[in-house]
């Protein structure tokens, strides 16, 4: 039995078994990532897609997702992939194609490579091989990530990465509990990548789990105690996966709660209104 070391459910695994993000495996030898290179999805995107507002505005990035996911969120926008597991069809590639492909698209404006669509540290082994590939080339390294990641890993890939946008679920243990994770492991990667790597937070208000004035005051003073210029995406939520019975946020809740959230940070952006 071996223990994956790349977040904090620290899985326990025999010979052969996946952890619960469904893309790591025990192979015999080591943990390692089932979903190394396997791609499900693949775009040339505007950055601000992923989004990244302040990080080379006007540029495009080249997206790639693949499988699985740390966390259960039961509103998410892309569970097709991220609740799937190695059945899923993919498509085979490796660092070094990608990263020629990423070269061959900076004519059209790429700067780099955004792992994304999925929880990218669940594939750190590709996130890795890649990026630093990519960091010879000139190229830029992006995670869209649930910060879901321990410190160690994290402090390991950090060098590598050039942008993160974190999402920060909510502001309370409670909410990770609904979602099976660790609210301070997240607030400890914004903290921790915001001394390497240019960051920013994106919160999904859900009605009725997070929307509240008094949570998005904490949320926002918190942020602003790591850093006031970090910017914050207040992000409207539409119906999902199980999560059918709530309507669309309200847009005039998700504007004032971007007022509230200025009260402390200089960047706040309104998404999906």
């Not at 495009?60 to 996911?69: A, D, E, K, M, P």
């Not at 400890?188 to 001394?195: G, H, N």
Request: aromatic residues 10%.
């Amino acid at each position: 039995m071996k223990t994956c070391e790349i977040c904090p459910h620290h899985c326990r695994l025999e010979t052969g078994e996946t952890g619960k993000c469904r893309a790591r495996i025990n192979d015999g030898e080591k943990i390692t990532a089932l979903n190394y290179g396997e791609i499900t999805s693949i775009a040339l995107d505007p950055i601000e897609k992923k989004p990244l507002y302040r990080f080379y505005p006007g540029s495009w990035i080249l997206s790639v997702g693949s499988y699985g996911c740390n966390l259960n969120c039961p509103f998410c926008q892309n569970y097709e992939i991220s609740m799937a597991d190695s059945k899923f069809p993919t498509r085979k590639t490796t660092p070094e194609n990608l990263v020629n492909l990423a070269v061959e698209l900076k004519a059209r404006g790429n700067i780099g490579v955004a792992f994304t669509y999925n929880e990218p540290f669940i594939g750190y082994e590709f996130v890795r091989d890649t990026s630093e590939i990519l960091q010879r080339v000139g190229l830029k390294s992006v995670l869209v990530t649930n910060g879901t990641v321990a410190s160690g890993a994290l402090r390991k890939i950090l060098p590598l990465i050039d942008a993160m946008n974190i999402d920060l679920k909510g502001f309370s243990q409670k909410i990770y509990d609904w979602l099976g994770g660790d609210f301070e492991t997240v607030k400890r990667t914004i903290q921790t990548a915001a001394e390497s790597c240019h960051v920013e937070v994106t919160t999904l208000i859900v009605p009725g789990m997070n929307d509240s004035e008094a949570d998005m005051l904490e949320e926002s003073r918190w942020i602003a105690s790591v850093s006031p210029e970090i910017p914050l995406h207040v992000s409207r939520f539409f119906p999902r996966y199980k999560v059918t019975d709530r309507p669309p946020t309200d847009v005039a809740k998700v504007y004032r709660l971007a007022e509230v959230a200025r009260q402390n940070l200089k960047y706040v952006y309104t998404g999906n209104c």
